[in-house]
């Protein structure tokens, strides 16, 4: 229950923060990434489960699960503030204020 209180403080912040033109799309992916992960999820952590049902520590089908949450918390770091979200600051700005090398790939043509 408190999943879905969370999708719904977080299509309201989505909705208020998406251009009104964009409004559509940025809802239409919210829904279309929760319809996913509420058919992967179980899935996924039923395959996990099975998996560890027959060894000589049953419950680590949790503590994988719990290394999933650890690394969303991590990458969770990674989002903008409300500040700068609020002065349009880009993912591309953040980066380059942050003096992160750039990856460059070489091409094969």
Request: net charge negative; aromatic share 8%; glycine share 10%.
């Amino acid at each position: 229950s408190l999943s879905f209180v969370a999708f719904t403080v977080g299509v309201a912040m989505a909705s208020e923060l998406a251009k009104p033109k964009l409004q559509g799309e940025v809802l239409g992916v919210m829904s279309t990434g929760m319809s996913i992960s509420s058919g992967v999820g179980p899935m996924v952590f039923g395959i996990v489960v099975k998996g560890f049902q027959h060894t000589s520590y049953p419950e680590g089908a949790f503590l994988i699960i719990s290394g999933f949450v650890v690394i969303s918390l991590i990458v969770s770091f990674a989002l903008p503030s409300d500040a700068e979200v609020q002065a349009g600051v880009t993912a591309r700005q953040r980066l380059e204020s942050k003096d992160v090398p750039e990856l460059s790939i070489p091409s094969t043509v």
